[in-house]
């Protein structure tokens, strides 16, 4: 092989080390290499092409590439050009992300698609729907999974604030929108969409089917163990329209000890059916709190809520659906939980020892390690 040759294969390997920092692939991978000259005086002539013009991570991809050549042995130099894509090249671009899929497909519907797409569901607000979302998120990322959260909960979006991503919007690629990174996750929120903070969703049928549709086809998920998506309380809109978006969905349905098991199960049961999607299974959040008893000074475990609420809608479910549908976790009120929230961080993502922690961590131990797509094969995620 001439020296050159040689020089340009490692000029080669050397920008496949490169990343687009958004894309996160290899920016040879992204056809963003236009091409690559070694002139005879051994100094390599690099054209980097970047996806829009004006891109805002152009300087940090020109430095990493810059980095990645002056690691070439036997290079006398390097000079990098940077262009802009033409409207083909970012066409075969988007193709390339959305798997070779050319149109806007939803890639979590499809048959050979083997993500995890979790619906967090509850019967009524405040039930803890989205603690329980951020904080599994995190314990199946911090279990080495690639997860993704979309929060669909028009009604409020609690998920960017516990993340600590209040004020983050998304950017655009290629006409593709790149989920938000936090704690190793890929976050969206229908929230994000909108044009001002303070302005109010009320987005129904068609319009909200439409921007669900843009949240799961249009954005660059890459590819997902996990999607947990936060729907908004109650059976409605959101529900409809995800059943025929994503027919390899589970349900899980987030309760409270204390709340009308019939109401929750019957809703739930509803929402199911509506959404012709399997309920996984149930989880009671702020199950009991572990005290220190004032009169006795041993621990205790005080039911706060009463007991019983989360079996007995997986009991009300299985009899309704005809199906196990298995109490997944029994959560513990821990004041942690919320103040860790509070500050934009998972109780999860702070590695301390908690009962939660233990719960949310065991759980995302469970559906990670459950076999797909073995029909009959029964699952065993029961808490007891
Ligand atoms: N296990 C828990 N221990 C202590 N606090 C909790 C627990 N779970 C949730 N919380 C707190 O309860 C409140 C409601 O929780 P969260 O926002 O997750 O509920 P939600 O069901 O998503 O509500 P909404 O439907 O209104 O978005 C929050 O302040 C949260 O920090």
Not at 142 to 150: D, P, W
Not at 241 to 251: C, F, M
Not at 353 to 363: E, G, M, R, S, W
Request: glycine residues 10%.
């Amino acid at each position: 092989m001439s020296t050159s040759q040689s020089l340009h294969d490692a000029v080669l390997a050397a920008l496949a080390t490169v990343n687009d920092p958004e894309i996160h692939k290899p920016i040879t991978e992204l056809g963003m290499v236009e091409s690559v000259a070694i002139s005879e005086d051994a100094v390599a002539h690099v054209r980097v092409l970047l996806t829009i013009a004006g891109c805002p991570l152009s300087g940090t991809i020109d430095a990493d590439v810059r980095k990645a050549l002056a690691s070439v042995d036997g290079l006398a130099g390097a000079e990098v050009e940077l262009g802009v894509m033409s409207d083909e090249q970012r066409t075969e671009l988007k193709t390339k992300l959305r798997g070779g899929i050319a149109q806007r497909e939803i890639p979590f519907a499809r048959e050979d698609n083997l993500t995890q797409v979790l619906l967090i569901s509850s019967g009524k607000g405040g039930v803890g729907k989205s603690s329980v979302t951020v904080n599994l998120a995190t314990a199946l990322a911090a279990q080495g999974r690639s997860v993704g959260i979309l929060d669909a909960d028009i009604y409020g979006h609690s998920i960017p604030a516990m993340l600590g991503l209040a004020d983050a919007s998304p950017t655009g690629v290629a006409d593709m929108i790149m989920p938000v990174p936090a704690m190793g996750l890929k976050v969206i929120s229908m929230g994000m969409l909108k044009s001002s903070r303070d302005q109010v969703i009320a987005w129904r049928g068609p319009i909200l089917d439409k921007a669900l549709h843009q949240l799961l086809s249009d954005v660059y998920w890459g590819d997902l163990d996990f999607l947990l998506l936060d729907l908004p309380p109650g059976t409605g809109d959101v529900a409809m329209s995800l059943g025929t978006k994503l027919p390899n969905a589970e349900v899980i349905v987030v309760t409270t000890p204390q709340q009308a098991s019939a109401e929750v199960a019957e809703r739930a049961g509803t929402m199911a059916s509506m959404m012709e999607q399997k309920v996984l299974g149930v989880i009671e959040n702020m199950a009991y709190l572990d005290t220190v008893c004032p009169h006795c000074d041993q621990p205790h475990r005080v039911d706060v809520f009463g007991t019983g609420g989360g079996r007995n809608v997986s009991d009300a479910l299985t009899t309704r659906l005809g199906y196990e549908v298995p109490l997944l976790a029994e959560i513990p009120l821990e004041p942690a939980v919320r103040a860790a929230s509070d500050d934009g961080v998972p109780l999860v993502a702070l590695g301390e020892d908690t009962p939660a922690t233990k719960v949310f961590n065991d759980l995302a131990a469970r559906l990670a390690s459950r076999k797909r797509g073995l029909a009959g094969k029964k699952l065993n995620l029961n808490v007891r």
